[in-house]
DNA sequence: TGTTAACCGTACTCACTCAGTCCGGATTGC
DNA sequence: GCAATCCGGACTGAGTGAGTACGGTTAACA
């Protein structure tokens, strides 16, 4: 599985919480909308606010103010906040020391074009198009409800 | 970073190899032909068995044989053999179970978007367009990377 | 000015996953 | 029968990431 960090996962819990609200929120209060835990919460707040995608204000009655509108933030842009530069393969960015320990690799530089193509398609798709309100159906799930996941177009992957 | 297994990197490189030459190959003979430890092909070959995107003969003078040529043979399929599905987040495979604790989670399945379109780039993308010889030059990205790819690297591993 | 509420920064631990290895068995050609 | 090769499973060590804890800093407010 194409595997992403739960960290991102939960980031766009958090923007996606922080623009339903004017002004600041905390992170006590966006843990417990969210039921995310807390440090958590302030964790991926502090990555984001160090990526510009939010602002901090500090002291009593601080919290966390989204910088930019949903549809503004694609979402490589929180991927790539959470988990660093968007490369399938350590080949792809700076980190290839391992690689050349392998000089003989033959695969160097392949992955260019599959990793810009999956970076032009997280591009091209911003925080607003994941919005409840394009899908209306999960943002209150009765917790008796049989998990029923919304029909995947990649189940057709498996 | 997105992460993607190295199994999935070697099996690439492996097909690659294989196809390559006609005739069956041996793991021992990929292994020294690529460099990658013979144990470790050995595993990539089998699990590509499994998935019919290789052929195993047993036996002496047995080996591995290709099943389809590399342009039948999207990316998308190496790594879902691989990887399993290609989903960024357990929510979207079938394995949410530990979603399920978490009910008020607001991003159920909104992924979907996103996963469709790394699917969907991923299906678009064979193998023999990550061969050597063609790769258009433009389609090397630019960014962040001083890491100039070696030129016809897979001379090599011939 | 002191108290309180919130962010900030770092370090730590635990658990999980994955790459790589090993071994015995089954199959096939010579 | 022997040798070469695939097959299947189990095991281990390393790496990584989620989550926690704690003390410090900042700013609003009485």
């Known amino acids: 599985m194409l595997r992403l960090s739960k960290l991102t996962d939960y980031a766009v819990v958090v923007l996606v919480r922080l623009s339903s609200m ?7 209060g966006i843990a417990a909308a969210t039921g995310i835990p807390e440090p958590t919460v302030a964790k991926v707040l502090k990555i984001l606010a160090g990526s510009d995608l939010v602002s901090s204000q500090r002291g009593a009655r601080g919290g966390y103010r989204l910088n930019r509108v949903l549809a503004d933030i694609p979402v490589a842009d929180v991927i790539t906040a959470i988990d660093g530069p968007i490369a399938l393969t350590a080949c792809v960015d700076g980190s290839a020391s391992e690689c050349e320990s392998l000089c003989m690799c033959p695969m160097r530089g392949r ?5 810009a ?25 009765p917790a008796e409800a049989p998990h029923v996941p919304v029909q995947s177009p990649l189940r057709a992957a498996e």
Chains 1, 2 share one sequence.
Do not use: C, E, Y
């Open 22 to 28: 004017d002004g600041v929120q905390t992170s006590p």
């Open 111 to 115: 992955w260019d074009p599959v990793n």
């Open 117 to 141: 193509a999956i970076q032009s398609a997280l591009t091209s798709i911003s925080l607003a198009d994941m919005q409840p309100s394009t899908i209306p159906l999960a943002f209150r799930m």
